[in-house]
């Protein structure tokens, strides 16, 4: 959260100095000051365009992210072609097995690549708030069940249910990328390696990124409704059932709002308010309800413990009103080095079947997967009295989601209450130290190597 900014900024004659944690960055000589920068302002809580310039040895520590990251995804991405893509092709049982098996190693390497990335360039960390009064709330034996404490009784980790939809505001690109890191934390069964999110259609080809993605079994749309309803249908319904079927995690990762709030998209949201007769959100947009209703209702028949995990986000920095793009981006949090102090992530959950209004599935097989020829699929044909009943259910909850927001602002936290809610602080870094390595898929290299020798020698 911005602090007060002094009436009378303190400022030599050449330099003003912004305070960054403990550091603080000397701005050039004779380089126009704004206002909003004194002695007490974070640099995290100033504009972008506002900030004091980086320092030569930022340039190189910028330089040293993008060789480390980029080359992290070329040995994934490089792993994937030469060790997994064999396997694939192979018309073997087991070589499938493998295939899928790497292909989940190669996802969690990611997971541990983006933690590490913040971990040497950017330092953060996860600050988890759970909901106990409103829509979605925890009970306390819940809570008791997924918080887990250390024998002083202090909250060290989190044991959350492993198969979920996650919906969150959107504010930032980087809001995936902290999504994400989260699902490395929240449950001992390395839920990173089985997040499943979906892209436009138009990245599947993007050399290196668009590749791995497509491994990954990302969702490609076209952000056309017409056509994108059989393949979300199709592709959900087959990675859901194989989640079941294996025993595996499963989390797919939905942003309800579609795009993130900013000056082009607020005016578009609130026009449509008034176009509906609708109240409009303050800090978020108004969600799209279809795609997200579609996704629950063809995945709760193939996963009958499947839950909503909703995220509340907020980025300390970023003013009430404010466009988070102007205080955070990826160049600015990983090449500039300016990172969120913390990032709060309050959590609500929801039993889909038994607690989300999606409607009537008599009918819906949990066995089988769409036909890709049919002209009609079962899971997207929702009667109109259905979406509205769901669509006025998750305008309700994101009005919640904003008038939390809203309350955040004038507590600089979640608590509003006297009793303070169940909280737990997770430093967003790897837990072990050999998963530096996994980061760069590097065992499976040196695992070749070191057979190769054996058998030469």
């Given at each position: 959260m911005p602090v007060g900014v002094q009436?009378?900024?303190?400022?030599?004659?050449?330099?003003?100095?912004a305070a960054h944690g403990t550091r603080a960055l000397r701005v050039a000589p004779h380089r126009p000051l704004s206002p909003c920068m004194s002695t007490n302002t974070p640099v995290y809580a100033i504009p972008i365009s506002q900030r004091p310039r980086k320092p030569w040895s930022r340039t190189f520590k910028a330089f040293l992210f993008f060789v480390l990251f980029n080359a992290g995804c070329l040995m994934i991405n490089g792993s994937q072609f030469v060790f997994l893509l064999p396997l694939r092709i192979l018309p073997f049982r087991w070589s499938r097995r493998l295939y899928y098996a790497g292909i989940r190693y190669t996802k969690g390497a990611f997971g541990c690549l983006m933690i590490l990335m913040c971990q040497w360039f950017a330092p953060t960390k996860l600050l988890v708030t759970f909901e106990t009064e409103g829509m979605g709330a925890f009970t306390q034996d819940e809570i008791d069940r997924f918080i887990v404490k250390d024998s002083d009784g202090n909250n060290i980790g989190l044991n959350l249910p492993t198969k979920f939809v996650l919906i969150a505001n959107h504010q930032v690109y980087v809001d995936w990328w902290y999504a994400w890191c989260f699902t490395y934390f929240m449950s001992p069964q390395a839920v990173h390696r089985y997040v499943y999110i979906t892209l436009k259609k138009s990245l599947r080809w993007v050399p290196i990124v668009g590749w791995g993605m497509q491994f990954f079994n990302f969702i490609f749309l076209a952000r056309s409704w017409a056509s994108d309803r059989q393949q979300l249908a199709r592709d959900l319904a087959s990675l859901g059932r194989e989640a079941e079927r294996e025993?595996?995690?499963?989390?797919?990762?939905?942003?309800?709002?579609?795009?993130?709030?900013?000056?082009?998209?607020?005016?578009?949201?609130?026009?449509?308010?008034?176009k509906m007769g609708i109240s409009d959100m303050k800090h978020?947009?108004?969600?799209?309800?279809?795609?997200?209703?579609?996704?629950?209702?063809?995945?709760?028949?193939?996963?009958?413990?499947?839950?909503?995990?909703?995220m509340t986000v907020v980025y300390p920095g970023i003013p009430p009103m404010g466009y988070g793009q102007s205080y955070y981006t990826l160049r600015s949090i990983f090449?500039?080095?300016?990172?969120?102090?913390?990032?709060?992530?309050?959590?609500?959950m929801f039993d889909v079947r038994n607690g989300v209004p999606i409607g009537n599935l008599v009918g819906t097989s949990s066995a089988a997967t769409p036909d890709p020829k049919a002209k009609h699929i079962l899971e997207v044909d929702i009667p109109s009295d259905e979406k509205d009943v769901f669509d006025l259910w998750l305008r309700k909850l994101w009005q919640e989601k904003d008038d939390g927001i809203d309350k955040f602002f004038e507590n600089n936290s979640f608590n509003s209450g006297e009793k303070p809610l169940p909280s737990i602080e997770i430093p967003l870094k790897l837990r072990r130290k050999w998963e530096i390595l996994d980061a760069f898929c590097f065992f499976w290299p040196a695992s070749v190597a070191y057979l190769w020798g054996r058998l030469r020698g």
């Open positions: 009436e009378k900024p303190v400022m030599s004659r050449h330099y003003c100095i025993g595996k995690p499963f989390c797919f990762i939905l942003y309800p709002e579609g795009t993130l709030v900013s000056k082009d998209t607020r005016p578009k949201s609130k026009k449509y308010a008034e978020t947009l108004l969600p799209r309800s279809t795609g997200l209703h579609y996704s629950l209702r063809t995945l709760a028949p193939r996963v009958p413990d499947l839950r909503l995990l909703d090449l500039d080095g300016v990172a969120p102090p913390a990032i709060h992530m309050h959590l609500r």
